[in-house]
């Protein structure tokens, strides 16, 4: 069973504070994604890798950035952050090659302040 | 860049009915459909997904059209229940790759 772990569900930050959101995967999949869910706007994606050390921009990347330094881990990170950023962060996992399942994690409130 | 629209954002039908959710896509290289549903305070879980060789999938209660041609496709609920209450998000795959694109979501209640 594929198991995405998002390891803070609900965080409370303060506006320009640097904030990490990681997130693990242990199927060995080589594409993982953050996306961001807001009421009216579904799933949006920030970043996504499809390899380690490796990053694309999604739709939505101002005010993030992302670091994959080994292929379990994607840690999004929000350089300084501000309200608008008040969100449900999702990460997500995937297997290259053929276009399949992406497996999500439960999901990070973040309420910045 | 890339769209799918997803109509309609929330939707009530009683026990038994049945429901639809229809979205669009703008990609013509898309080739994989999938919907998740995803329970209050839960993950989205895949349900049913659907691929450009073909244009009907089904699953029990639930069914998933695809018409390559218009770029839309649709989920199809039958007999609902109240555990079938959820939001539900549409996505297409976006060129030759494993990326996404989701819909806004509907807001499926089943009123008992």
């Known amino acids: 069973d594929v198991k995405v772990t998002q390891s803070s569900r609900y965080l409370v930050k303060r506006t320009g504070e640097k904030v990490f959101l990681e997130c693990v995967q242990d199927m060995d999949h080589e594409n993982m994604f953050w996306y961001r869910q807001d009421p009216g706007l579904g799933l949006r994606l920030i970043y996504f890798?499809?390899?380690?050390?490796?990053?694309e921009k999604g739709d939505i990347p101002e005010g993030y950035s992302v670091s994959r330094e080994k292929k379990e881990r994607f840690s999004l990170i929000l350089e300084s952050a501000s309200t608008n950023q008040t969100s449900m962060y999702l990460c997500?996992?995937?297997?290259?090659?053929?276009?399949?399942?992406?497996?999500f994690g439960e999901g990070s409130w973040l309420t910045v302040v | 860049g890339e769209n799918v629209e997803q109509h309609p954002s929330t939707l009530s039908v009683q026990e038994g009915d049945s429901a639809v959710i229809k979205c669009t896509y703008s990609d013509s290289a898309s080739n994989y459909f999938p919907w998740y549903k995803q329970e209050l305070g839960k993950r989205p879980q895949l349900i049913i997904d659907i691929r450009s060789n073909v244009g009907e999938k089904k699953d029990q209660r639930i069914a998933v059209t695809l018409n390559k041609t218009a770029k839309h496709f649709s989920l199809h609920i039958t007999e609902t229940q109240p555990e079938d209450s959820a939001v539900y998000f549409c996505?297409?795959?976006?060129?030759?790759?494993?990326?996404?694109?989701f819909g806004a979501g509907t807001r499926l209640t089943v009123k008992p």
């Open positions: 890798s499809y390899d380690v050390k490796m990053k």
């Open positions: 997500a996992s995937s297997l290259a090659g053929a276009v399949g399942t992406i497996y």
């Open positions: 996505a297409a795959s976006i060129g030759g790759n494993n990326d996404m694109r």
